[in-house]
């Protein structure tokens, strides 16, 4: 009797422990599917919603660093597939470095931050699509330009179109005025300089000719959601 008892008390305990590991690889097989999913769906909210899931379920199923960076790197190569239906297609693929010291929340802020960064331009260069001829040379000049004095008076010299018109057609097409178009531009470059270089808070806002380093902080957290320091501190630890 005593060897029965033992038998079924083991039988229904390694039952019940594997009962919430497989629920476990269910929820990270679904979740994996609607990731895949929203990929095909083309919608970059939803593709960003779909991969947080992936990375707390995995996380809750104590998936290895390993199996982890395997499917974050699948959706990554899915995100760049995507890319290249759009200008983006001669872009240089970058992948997160995995350093097993780091832990999940590092790499998982690595991976969020590249494919936020790469479903941003490939909406912008699906906007573009959309733009009329004179709305694009206006695009295109604040691209070339943001990182010097840009005024509509500039603007309108190097396009050729009225300053009015200019005012009218831009924010009639893409919903932004210039000039927040412009802050947009030079915030994304700052937060790139912050990524990659080693010059000062203080530099990169006057390179990206934001000369007032408590206006460059209070334009960087309205697209950023923190502080210039707040955001290199996170990236660095």
Excluded at 41 to 49: A, M, P, T
Excluded at 195 to 210: D, F, G, H, N, P
Aim: hydrophobic fraction near 40%.
């Amino acid at each position: 009797y005593m060897v029965c008892d033992l038998l079924r008390y083991y039988d229904r305990h390694c039952v019940e422990a594997w009962k919430p590991a497989y629920e476990r690889e269910q929820n990270v097989a679904k979740a994996r599917h609607i990731a895949v999913k929203s990929l095909h769906s083309r919608h970059g909210e939803e593709v960003i919603s779909a991969l947080d899931m992936l990375f707390l379920c995995a996380q809750e199923s104590l998936f290895s660093l390993g199996a982890l960076y395997g499917m974050a790197n699948s959706m990554l190569d899915e995100i760049y597939s995507w890319a290249a239906e759009t200008e983006n297609s001669g872009k240089q693929m970058i992948w997160p470095e995995l350093h097993p010291y780091e832990g999940f929340a590092l790499y998982k802020s690595k991976v969020m931050q590249i494919a936020a960064q790469m479903i941003q331009e490939i909406e912008q260069n699906v906007k573009k699509n959309m733009y009329s001829p004179s709305v694009l040379s206006i695009i295109q000049y604040l691209e070339e330009h943001y990182c010097e004095e840009v005024s509509l008076d500039s603007i309108s010299q190097a396009v050729h179109l009225n300053k009015t018109y200019i005012s009218t057609a831009f924010k009639r097409e893409t919903g932004e005025n210039v000039s927040d178009c412009l802050q947009r531009l030079r915030v994304q470059r700052a937060e790139q300089l912050l990524e990659k270089s080693a010059m000062s808070i203080r530099e990169i806002a006057q390179y990206v000719k934001i000369d007032d380093p408590a206006y460059f902080a209070k334009v960087f957290r309205k697209y950023k959601g923190m502080t210039p320091t707040d955001y290199r501190n996170s990236i660095r630890f």
